[in-house]
Structures are given as C-alpha cells and as structure tokens.
C-alpha cells in the first residue's frame, strides 16, 4: 500500500526542487494550478474534487496524493471524497477502479474517521 502522506511530503520537496532548478516552466504550471484552483463559478474544493476524479480516471498515484489532501484541506467530507472516486471509476473503467481503491487510502490517510 502506497503511503499517501509520505509521498505527498516527498512530492512537495522534489516539486520544490525542480521549481528551483526548471524556474520559467515550473512557476508557470504553479501560476496555472493555483489560479485553476481559487474560487471562482465553482469554489475550489469542487474543483480538487474534479481533479482527484480525473487522478483516479488516467491512474496517477502522485495526483491522488495532491488533489485528495487538498480537497481535504478545502474541506472535503468524505462521502464527498467517495462519491468523487465513483465519478473516476465511470470515467477510468476496469483501470480506474484500481486507482479508485488507491484513493481509498489516501482518504483514509489525510482525513481522520468521521
């Protein structure tokens, strides 16, 4: 089993790594990802919500990790996380359902038992 919160953590540092080393590309993919993500039509935990979906649909572990500590973060209950991972499944298929059970344990990792 994947630990959520490490690679999290490791994930953070080495994102921080290559904005220091790959600065043009990189400070312009946090300018997106943060301007993607404020409050808008939609508020931004909907949207981290989209994005842990699409995490779960193409299979990235290392997305699952970002987008479910910070729909988290924005306040995510979890049957919103759950019913989330099902909309990945509808759209990833037989693949996305494995991923679905990945999200499973990053939710059970980042959000205490309610």
Do not use: N, W
């Not at 301007?35 to 508020?43: E, I, N, S, V, Y």
């Not at 970002?66 to 209950?77: C, E, I, R």
């Amino acid at each position: 089993m994947t630990d959520y919160v490490t690679t999290y953590a490791h994930l953070e540092q080495r994102m921080a790594d290559l904005g220091r080393e790959l600065s043009a590309p990189m400070s312009g993919f946090a300018r997106l990802h943060r301007k993607t993500m404020d409050d808008g039509a939609l508020p931004g935990k909907i949207k981290e919500l989209m994005a842990l979906a699409v995490s779960v649909a193409v299979g990235c572990d290392g997305c699952i990790a970002y987008h479910t500590h910070d729909a988290v973060k924005a306040g995510a209950t979890r049957p919103e996380l759950i019913e989330t991972i099902g909309v990945g499944v509808l759209m990833g298929g037989g693949p996305g359902s494995i991923y679905a059970a990945h999200a499973l344990d990053a939710i059970d990792q980042f959000l205490p038992s309610e």
